[in-house]
Structure formats: C-alpha cells, structure tokens
C-alpha cells in the first residue's frame, strides 16, 4: 500500500540551529501539506502546494520557515534559526484532489522536533 | 472564518462502553467531513467520509452521523475497546478547487480495562 514518507522520525536539535525535514508524497498525489501539530491539539496547516505551486503559506513563519516543491513532487521544510517554541510535530499530508475524487488527507508518520 | 469546534476535549472510558464524540462546525461552502484517528506518536487516519447528502455512515464500531442544517456531526463507537484510545479530529473540507480542509483541535479518548 502506497504511503507518505517523512524523515527524519526524530530530530533534537539547540535552538538556532537549522533544520530540514522531507516528504516524499503518494505517487500521483499532487497535493502536499505541510502541519505542526502541537501536544494535544489538532494539526495547524504552515503550506499546501498544489503541484510545484504555493496554495496557501499564510499561517507559514517566513521569517525562519521554509519550503520547496521544486519538482511537484518530494518537498522539504526548513526552520532556520530553529526556537524553543518551534518543538512539535511536524505532519506531511498528500491528497488526490482531482475533479470529482474526495479529497482524502493521507499523512506520513510525521517528524516530532525537539528544540533545546 | 471557518472553524472546526470539537467536545469534549478529553474523554475516559471503561472498555466495552459506548461513546460519543461531537463536531460543529462552520465551514462554507462545505464539501466534506472526515473523521481521523491519531494514534499517539503516529499521523492521522482516515476513519469515514461524510457528503452533504448522507445522514449516516459506519465503519464497523464507528458510526458517524451528519446534520448538514445544523451543521453538526457525531462519532459514535460502540463496545469500545483498548485499541480505540487515540485522538479524533474532525475535518472539514470546503469545495471549489482544492478541498481546502479546516481542522479540529480533536478529541483524546482514553480506554481502561
């Protein structure tokens, strides 16, 4: 069965530092979401590309946030200089989002960031 | 602006016992309603899809119910059991071009022996 892929599972890393974390959607997929989902809340959307296409970036920290699809297809997220604050996890999602077909979100695994 | 509200926020119950799980919602033009599960430590799934037209949908032990005039949902899980404590978002989706989906912050369900 076909998946989102997310790396790396686990990160820790000291505040300041930059990090990058990547997601290989569903073939065929060309939508991609990028969340951070704090402990115990629900998933806050930071980008949707539509392709290679910025949708939607407008709850995206661009000060120290960032993210590619180059290709319209893997993408990654950028945090640089990486805050205390910036600790979550950081959920990749993948949906058809053709004429007529659903719009079911398939997520990864995620990414869980720890800032110290 | 569209939002996603969800009750209770955490919830406690014995295995085999019944539960349910409330989504209000005001979200337009609306297209769809999902429910996920979220398994600590692991990304959501997909548990139903509800469309405007339908009023009622099960997946085995969960059965989802819409009221689009209200614009009210429910998930219902029936004999509960160890495996069932997770979280439940419920999102919904607004139509015209990208699906674009709006979460809830969910619900946490704890199930004891």
């Known amino acids: 069965e076909a998946e989102v892929a997310q790396s790396p599972r686990y990160k820790i890393t000291e505040k300041s530092q930059a990090v990058a974390f990547w997601c290989d959607p569903i073939?065929?997929?060309?939508?991609l979401y990028w969340y951070r989902q704090i402990l115990g809340q629900g998933p806050e959307l930071l980008v949707q590309f539509q392709d290679e296409s910025v949708v939607d970036d407008s709850q995206l920290p661009k000060d120290r946030f960032s993210a590619e699809r180059l290709k319209g297809v893997d993408s990654t997220l950028k945090i640089q200089p990486a805050e205390l604050g910036d600790s979550a996890m950081y959920l990749c999602?993948?949906?058809?989002?053709?004429?007529?077909?659903?719009?079911?979100?398939?997520f990864g695994e995620g990414s869980r960031l720890t800032v110290l | 602006k569209n939002q996603v509200e969800q009750s209770p926020q955490s919830l406690i119950i014995l295995e085999g016992k019944n539960c349910t799980l409330q989504c209000n919602y005001t979200v337009s033009p609306f297209s769809n309603l999902r429910w996920y599960k979220q398994d600590t430590g692991r990304g959501p799934v997909s548990l139903t899809i509800?469309?405007?037209?339908?009023n009622t949908k099960s997946n085995g032990r969960y059965t989802a119910t819409l009221d689009a005039d209200t614009k009210q949902s429910s998930l219902h899980i029936t004999a509960s059991q160890l495996s069932d404590s997770a979280s439940y978002i419920c999102?919904?989706?607004?139509?015209?071009?990208?699906?674009?989906?709006?979460f809830g912050r969910g619900t946490s369900l704890i199930v004891h022996p």
């Open positions: 999102v919904v989706s607004t139509s015209g071009g990208s699906y674009i989906p709006t």
């Open positions: 509800m469309t405007f037209s339908e």
């Open positions: 073939s065929g997929h060309a939508t």
């Open positions: 999602a993948s949906s058809h989002d053709r004429e007529g077909v659903t719009g079911e979100l398939f």
